[in-house]
């Protein structure tokens, strides 16, 4: 079975009790840490991979990103999905042919630029044409951003799923969304849904606290297929460096 194969598999099948969890990687040495864990397959965050090569998030130039993107790839064995924002203005073939060179098996994709979102049929247009360009070869995660940018309405994120998951989205990634609503989003939309969950904390004491892996199941029962945490290991990651740093000083 091929990397994509796998990791298509992943998404289905799984009861609601057990979502895919996917860490995301900002270099190759968090990548094998995460392998290392147990984890089957990596989700790389922009803004993690942004902030390890100095960048803001979103202002990471493509060239940058990509090559981040295969350094990561070949760190591991597992397979590997790269968030890759808005597609850097790049036409659908040739985003498709830039991240085949990189050994990903998957991408994000957003619907909003610049903080306003998409039309959403000329975006599903769009996707429809990644999809035509790259076949099976990739596993294409749709983010709606309605909530991201202050649209709570359920129904509007849910209209946005058809038309994405119409054109040939894989997955749909309601970013944002509380977790009250994620039975009503499970409901309206065919296929996976990605959520996202901040990362677990642990006490001095060794105990995990919020969001607890309890938590992270629950989130699976309320609906979510998997669950991706943003560049919030990177952040928790930076946190704990900072506190040693501290420490010398």
């Known amino acids: 079975m091929s990397k994509v194969d796998t990791f298509r598999a992943l998404h289905h099948g799984r009861p609601p009790e057990d979502p895919l969890v996917l860490p995301g990687p900002w270099d190759a040495a968090s990548a094998r840490v995460f392998v290392e864990a147990g984890f089957p397959a990596l989700a790389t965050p922009s803004a993690g991979v942004a902030a390890s090569?100095?960048?803001?998030?979103?202002?990471?130039?493509?060239d940058e990103m990509f090559a981040a993107v295969a350094r990561i790839v070949r760190a591991v064995e597992v397979p590997v999905s790269a968030d890759v924002e808005g597609g850097y203005g790049l036409a659908p073939k040739e985003l498709v042919e830039r991240l085949l060179e990189t050994g990903?098996?998957?991408?994000?994709?957003?619907?909003?630029?610049?903080?306003?979102?998409?039309?959403?049929?000329?975006?599903?247009?769009?996707?429809?044409?990644?999809?035509?360009?790259?076949?099976?070869?990739?596993?294409?995660?749709?983010?709606?951003?309605?909530?991201?940018?202050?649209?709570?309405?359920?129904e509007r994120a849910i209209q946005r799923a058809a038309l994405y998951v119409s054109a040939g989205a894989d997955c749909v990634y309601p970013i944002g969304a509380p977790a009250d609503v994620l039975p009503l989003l499970r409901s309206g939309i065919q296929g996976?849904?990605?959520?996202?969950?901040?990362?677990?904390?642990?006490?001095?004491?060794?105990?995990?606290?919020?969001?607890?892996?309890?938590?992270?199941?629950?989130?699976?029962?309320?609906?979510?297929?998997?669950?991706?945490?943003?560049?919030?290991?990177?952040?928790?990651?930076?946190?704990?460096?900072?506190?040693?740093?501290?420490?010398?000083?």
Request: aromatic share 6%; charged share 30%.
């Open 53 to 62: 090569l100095g960048y803001e998030d979103g202002a990471t130039p493509a």
């Open 192 to 249: 996976p849904i990605n959520v996202f969950a901040e990362p677990p904390v642990r006490d001095r004491e060794g105990d995990c606290e919020d969001p607890a892996p309890a938590e992270l199941r629950e989130l699976g029962e309320l609906g979510a297929t998997r669950i991706t945490f943003g560049p919030g290991l990177q952040r928790r990651a930076t946190a704990a460096l900072r506190e040693i740093a501290a420490q010398l000083k």
């Open 104 to 154: 990903a098996v998957g991408c994000n994709l957003e619907d909003s630029d610049g903080g306003v979102l998409k039309d959403p049929r000329e975006h599903a247009d769009w996707l429809a044409e990644v999809r035509h360009a790259a076949g099976d070869s990739l596993f294409v995660n749709a983010r709606v951003d309605t909530f991201l940018r202050g649209q709570n309405d359920p």
